[in-house]
Each structure stands twice: as C-alpha cells, then as structure tokens.
C-alpha cells in the first residue's frame, strides 16, 4: 500500500523540489521606467528619469520587496579569490615525502684577543705600529671563554620544583566578608589617615610660626588704663537732690527702661513726645 502511494507521489515529489534560484533569488536590479506603475509607490508626476529611481534619498521602499541598492552580476558570478594550487595537489602530496634540508649552522668566527697581543709584543721589545701588526698577523691569539654572543650556550640549571609565572590570588574568607571586616578596616585606616593630616598640618603650622615682638604684643593687648572718676567740689559731694519724683530707685529704673523701650515711637529729640502715627 505504502509503495503505491511513494510510487503515486514520486514524480510529483520530484516537480515540487524548490531549486537554489527559488530558495535565493537573485537580487533586484534598480529601477526602471518601465517597471513604475500608475499609483505605486515611486510614482512621479511631470518629467521623470531614470537617475531619479536610482537616488535612496528620495526613492521609496516597495511593499514585499527588498532594497535595490546597487546592480550585482548574476547568479553564475562567484566572489572572492581564485586560488589555483601550484604544488601540484593530492598526488604530488602522497606521491612522495617532502623533506626539509637540514640548516646548516656555520661556525662563529671568534673574535681577536688584542690586549693579550699588545701585551706580548710590548714584552718581545716591540714598538712601532708596524711592528705590532706583523707581530698580530704571526702570533695570533682568540679570545677564550666565549664564541662571541651575548648569551651563555648552555642555559642555567633550574631547580625542578620551580614554579614559572604569578602567584594566584589567595581565597577571600567567608567569615570576613560576613562580619564586614574589610569595611571596618577601611574605616580605621581612613580615621588613621586623617589624624596624620591632622599632625602634619599642625606640624607645618608650627614651623611657619613667627614670634612676636614687644611692640607687637603691646599693640594686640593694651594695658588697660584705671579710669579716675570726675573731680567734684568736697562741699558737693554729700548734697542730697532737692526733688525726687520716683518713690525708690527700683521704680526710676523701670520708668527710664520703659521709656527707653517707647524712645523708637515718640517724637521729639530726646524721645519723650507724644505717638507717631503708623
């Protein structure tokens, strides 16, 4: 039963396949007259080109329809580079090995020792210039103990439990993150820095403290001078008032404290007229 059916449907199953052309169209080439309709959305009234459907400042989008950007090739175009093998491929890759040459180092020439020849020739009883380079060119003496790089051949012996790179971080305890240590630490430090501040500022102060002279400390503080009373004639000084208008002196100044309480509203020079009128 099933066969039949696959059979029924096998060409139409076939037909209905979608092709990559129907999965990725090509894209859409730019704009046309001929591709404008009456009342699209690109429709223009009056003298219209070809560059005015090329213009994205002015061009409107088409309903279900991408943007047309640019004109792209075809579907048959491919893109990027064409790399073409030059080593002649699989075949030429397992047909046979391909050995690298080995490098072959050449000897350093080590470098002349010339403070040992000098040193030889000033003891054979040699003088001159000339001397000296004949002497250099029969008695020729290397420098021993390097071959004339910076670096030793051999590096140095490292211990083997050594441990290359950083140190890691240490854990964090739970229990400080818990009781706000840190915080209370941070705290104290700042509480620290400030009365070192402190110290310092009045440190500095101190040294930069000039001391006053006499005639300066006599000007800030005056010796305050005995005020004598006002000379009176003897046979005055023991005179009573002849009129007393006030029955005690608790009420002359309650009076004189009252009258110096109304002195802002009253008229007259001394104060003492009648209201002013608010």
Request: hydrophobic fraction near 30%; aromatic fraction near 8%; include cysteine.
């Amino acid at each position: 039963m099933w066969g039949g059916e696959l059979k029924a449907w096998g060409p139409n199953l076939s037909k209905s396949r979608a092709t990559v052309s129907d999965i990725c169209p090509p894209a859409l080439l730019p704009l046309t007259q001929a591709d404008i309709q009456p009342g699209s959305e690109n429709d223009r009234i009056g003298l219209v080109r070809d560059t005015m459907f090329q213009n994205h400042l002015i061009l409107k989008p088409e309903l279900g329809r991408t943007r047309r950007y640019t004109k792209i090739p075809g579907s048959d175009f491919v893109y990027g580079l064409t790399l073409r093998g030059m080593d002649g491929g699989v075949p030429e890759a397992i047909g046979h090995w391909q050995v690298v040459p080995p490098r072959i180092v050449k000897a350093k020439e080590v470098p002349k020792d010339f403070i040992t020849m000098n040193y030889n020739g000033i003891n054979a009883g040699l003088f001159t210039a000339r001397e000296h380079y004949l002497y250099r060119q029969h008695h020729d003496v290397r420098c021993k103990g390097t071959d004339g790089n910076r670096f030793p051949k051999d590096p140095p012996r490292l211990p083997d439990a050594m441990t290359y790179g950083r140190p890691y971080r240490p854990s964090t305890p739970i229990t400080d993150v818990l009781q706000h240590k840190f915080g209370d630490l941070w705290l104290r430090e700042q509480q620290a820095f400030k009365i070192h501040l402190k110290e310092e500022k009045h440190k500095r102060e101190r040294q930069g403290k000039t001391h006053d002279t006499r005639t300066v400390l006599l000007r800030k503080h005056q010796i305050p001078v005995k005020s004598d009373s006002l000379w009176h004639m003897p046979r005055f000084e023991k005179v009573a008032p002849h009129l007393a208008t006030f029955p005690t002196q608790k009420d002359r100044a309650k009076a004189f404290k009252a009258q110096k309480a109304e002195a802002a509203v009253r008229q007259g020079q001394p104060a003492q007229g009648i209201y002013t009128h608010l």
